[in-house]
Every structure is written in structure tokens, then in C-alpha cells.
């Protein structure tokens, strides 16, 4: 039986309800089985084979859905309202069948999404392991190479690991290679930690890439870190790929791969609603793994930051509309 409101005519939208009510879904909207009548899709992606050490992250989507029902529908800093007037629908988990063989894992993401951009939906993702963004990037960039904001403790552009190349520490080499991803127009944002090989993440600069090192960033701030952003994304269409242990460990313990010495939660909101007015296609908030997470603060931010992706991509989705109306 399905309950109505009957004394406060608002409670018939559910994310004006209680927000410990209902079933969770991201941001308590709508689930969606069918792509005919979604502008924006929401979705999970439980899978973390390409992990080389924690595992865990495939419980990531299903903790930010808990978690991102805590958020309410306006952006009190930017004013944005991004449920009005735009359809955004969880469409549920993007599960694996054949999760064993990593592979054939990215094969089936990467089929599961050329549908989604075939649809004319764009997808925003919760992860899952790095790994899930080459599959994500194969669709996305698929009639043209994109460009990309990159925000994490790490690269992401090593190369074979113990017999693959296809981890979570390499998807943005790979997608370089397949030519879905423009190196000159990447920037990657909060590079950190040790390494064994003191050319890590020598592709990065050697493609191309704008590395800008934890380091720069606490020198120069966020302020500075946006305005690069914007200088190497270009008008071009971007992709915007968020890795939560980009944050600093305290305030994001439950990862696979923490670094010491992060970006902090306020430095990256901050971060994000400075790219306001560059043409996002899609994104994707990865490695949260609840089995590290205390108190589920991980992935409270994470939710949070979710927020602020979907925020950029519902006006980026208006530009372009109103763009081809005139």
C-alpha cells in the first residue's frame, strides 16, 4: 500500500519527505527502468576487480545512496535547483555478470553505457574502482574525444601491474590510447603519495596532461586550481572524474589508496563550483570504500560532492539546449 500525505500537500514529492524515509535512491529521486524519459541518469557501479590492494569500493554505491539522502534539492552556495525542470533518475546498478574476469567486466560497463549515450542521457556514476572510468570515457568519448578534470591522489596513467593493464591505476592511459580522451585537454588535480618508480606517472606529462601536484595546489589554492581547469578544458565537451581519496585521509578514510596530505572537504566544493560555465558530458565519483569508512563519513562526502558534479552537469546540459534553440 502506498502512503499519502494528507495533512502537508508538499509530502507528495518524496524529497520533501523526511529525509529517513523511503527507499533509498541517490538524492531520493525517482528510479528509472526504461531511458525514454531521463535527461540525467544516475548510476552505480558496484565493481572493484581492478583494485591492487583494499578492496571494498563495490559497496560504494550503495553507502553514497544512503548518504545522499541527506542532501535537500537546492544548492544553497550556487542557487542551483538541479531536479527542477530536468529530468535526473537513478537508474539503478550497473552489476556485473562475469565479475571475475576484469575484461570482460569493463566490456560489459562499456556496453551498458553506449547505451545510456546512444539515449541521449547523460550518465553520472558512483563507483566501484577506478577501473570503471575507461569503460564510462569508451561511450562518452566515442564520436569525439573529450577532455578532462581529473581530481585525485593519483595519476591513474601507470601501465601493466601484476600481468594487467587494465587496473585502477591505469584507465586514463588507456582511454589516451583509444583515442576517447585528449591528453591536452586533461588536467589532474591533488597528485600525491609515494611511488616505486620515479616515473610513475611520466604519460601524464608526456601526453600532454596538466599535472598539478598536491603540493601547487596548497600554494596556490583552489581558486588557482579552478582557473587552470578551465584554461586546459577549453569549450570543448569534458569529462569530470572525482576519486575520493583525493581528499585528505581525515576527512575521507575510507578508501583504498589514502595519501596523506589532501584536499580538504570545503577545498574541493569550493573547487567544483568554480567550474561552473564548462561543458560537462558526464562524470563520475569513485572509490569509496565503506569497509575503511568510520561513520560513514566517506561517503557523506562523497554524496556531497556527488551534488555538486550533478549541479555542473544540469547546467551544462541547459547551455547546451539553449544553444540549439537559438
Same mark, same amino acid.
Given at each position: 500500500?502506498?502512503?499519502?500525505?494528507?495533512?502537508?500537500?508538499?509530502?507528495? *514529492?518524496?524529497?520533501?519527505?523526511? =529525509?529517513?524515509?523511503?527507499? $533509498?535512491? !541517490?538524492? /531520493?529521486?525517482?528510479?528509472?527502468?526504461? @531511458? %525514454?524519459?531521463?535527461?540525467?541518469?544516475?548510476?552505480?557501479?558496484?565493481?572493484?576487480?581492478?583494485?591492487?590492494?583494499?578492496?571494498?569500493?563495490?559497496?560504494?554505491?550503495?553507502?553514497?545512496?544512503?548518504?545522499?539522502?541527506?542532501?535537500?534539492?537546492?544548492?544553497?552556495?550556487?542557487?542551483?535547483?538541479?531536479?527542477?525542470?530536468?529530468?535526473?533518475?537513478?537508474?539503478?546498478?550497473?552489476?556485473?555478470?562475469?565479475?571475475?574476469?576484469?575484461?570482460?567486466?569493463?566490456?560489459?560497463?562499456?556496453?551498458?553505457?553506449?547505451?545510456?549515450?546512444?539515449?541521449?542521457?547523460?550518465?553520472?556514476?558512483?563507483?566501484?574502482?577506478?577501473?570503471?572510468?575507461?569503460?564510462?570515457?569508451?561511450?562518452?568519448?566515442?564520436?569525439?574525444?573529450?577532455?578532462?578534470?581529473?581530481?585525485?591522489?593519483?595519476?591513474?596513467?601507470? *601501465?601493466?601491474?601484476?600481468?594487467? =593493464?587494465?587496473?585502477?591505476? $591505469?584507465? !586514463?592511459? /588507456?582511454?589516451?590510447?583509444?583515442?576517447? @580522451? %585528449?591528453?591536452?585537454?586533461?588536467?589532474?588535480?591533488?597528485?600525491?603519495?609515494?611511488?616505486?618508480?620515479?616515473?610513475?606517472?611520466?604519460?601524464?606529462?608526456?601526453?600532454?596532461?596538466?599535472?598539478?601536484?598536491?603540493?601547487?595546489?596548497?600554494?596556490?589554492?583552489?581558486?588557482?586550481?579552478?582557473?587552470?581547469?578551465?584554461?586546459?578544458?577549453?569549450?570543448?565537451?569534458?569529462?569530470?572524474?572525482?576519486?575520493?581519496?583525493?581528499?585528505?585521509?581525515?576527512?575521507?578514510?575510507?578508501?583504498?589508496?589514502?595519501?596523506?596530505?589532501?584536499?580538504?572537504?570545503?577545498?574541493?566544493?569550493?573547487?567544483?563550483?568554480?567550474?561552473?560555465?564548462?561543458?560537462?558530458?558526464?562524470?563520475?565519483?569513485?572509490?569509496?570504500?565503506?569497509?575503511?569508512?568510520?561513520?560513514?563519513?566517506?561517503?557523506?562526502?562523497?554524496?556531497?560532492?556527488?551534488?555538486?558534479?550533478?549541479?555542473?552537469?544540469?547546467? $551544462?546540459?541547459?547551455? /547546451?539546449?539553449?544553444?540549439?534553440?537559438?
Amino acid at each position: 500500500m502506498i502512503k499519502s500525505p494528507s495533512t502537508y500537500p508538499d509530502l507528495a *514529492d518524496p524529497q520533501g519527505r523526511p =529525509r529517513y524515509t523511503g527507499i $533509498a535512491t !541517490f538524492f /531520493r529521486t525517482p528510479q528509472a527502468d526504461t @531511458l %525514454d524519459a531521463v535527461d540525467i541518469g544516475l548510476i552505480g557501479v558496484p565493481y572493484d576487480g581492478g583494485v591492487t590492494n583494499r578492496s571494498g569500493a563495490r559497496h560504494g554505491p550503495r553507502a553514497v545512496r544512503e548518504q545522499s539522502s541527506l542532501m535537500r534539492r537546492m544548492n544553497a552556495a550556487t542557487g542551483i535547483s538541479p531536479f527542477a525542470g530536468v529530468r535526473v533518475r537513478d537508474l539503478g546498478d550497473c552489476w556485473i555478470e562475469r565479475p571475475f574476469a576484469l575484461e570482460g567486466a569493463l566490456d560489459e560497463i562499456g556496453t551498458f553505457y553506449r547505451d545510456i549515450v546512444a539515449a541521449g542521457v547523460i550518465p553520472l556514476s558512483v563507483g566501484g574502482d577506478h577501473s570503471i572510468s575507461l569503460p564510462i570515457l569508451r561511450a562518452v568519448g566515442a564520436a569525439r574525444p573529450v577532455g578532462m578534470i581529473h581530481i585525485d591522489a593519483h595519476c591513474d596513467t601507470g *601501465d601493466d601491474y601484476l600481468g594487467s =593493464r587494465f587496473h585502477h591505476g $591505469a584507465p !586514463f592511459r /588507456r582511454a589516451v590510447e583509444d583515442g576517447v @580522451l %585528449d591528453p591536452t585537454r586533461v588536467i589532474q588535480i591533488g597528485i600525491r603519495g609515494t611511488t616505486n618508480d620515479p616515473d610513475m606517472w611520466g604519460f601524464s606529462r608526456d601526453s600532454g596532461m596538466r599535472v598539478l601536484g598536491m603540493d601547487e595546489f596548497h600554494d596556490q589554492g583552489w581558486r588557482f586550481a579552478a582557473a587552470e581547469a578551465r584554461r586546459i578544458a577549453g569549450d570543448g565537451p569534458t569529462y569530470l572524474s572525482f576519486d575520493i581519496d583525493s581528499l585528505d585521509p581525515s576527512q575521507a578514510p575510507g578508501t583504498g589508496t589514502p595519501e596523506a596530505g589532501g584536499i580538504t572537504a570545503l577545498e574541493a566544493l569550493r573547487l567544483l563550483r568554480d567550474l561552473r560555465g564548462i561543458d560537462f558530458v558526464g562524470g563520475d565519483l569513485v572509490e569509496v570504500a565503506p569497509p575503511f569508512d568510520v561513520g560513514g563519513l566517506t561517503a557523506f562526502n562523497g554524496a556531497s560532492i556527488l551534488f555538486e558534479i550533478l549541479c555542473l552537469l544540469v547546467e $551544462a546540459r541547459q547551455r /547546451r539546449c539553449d544553444n540549439e534553440v537559438q
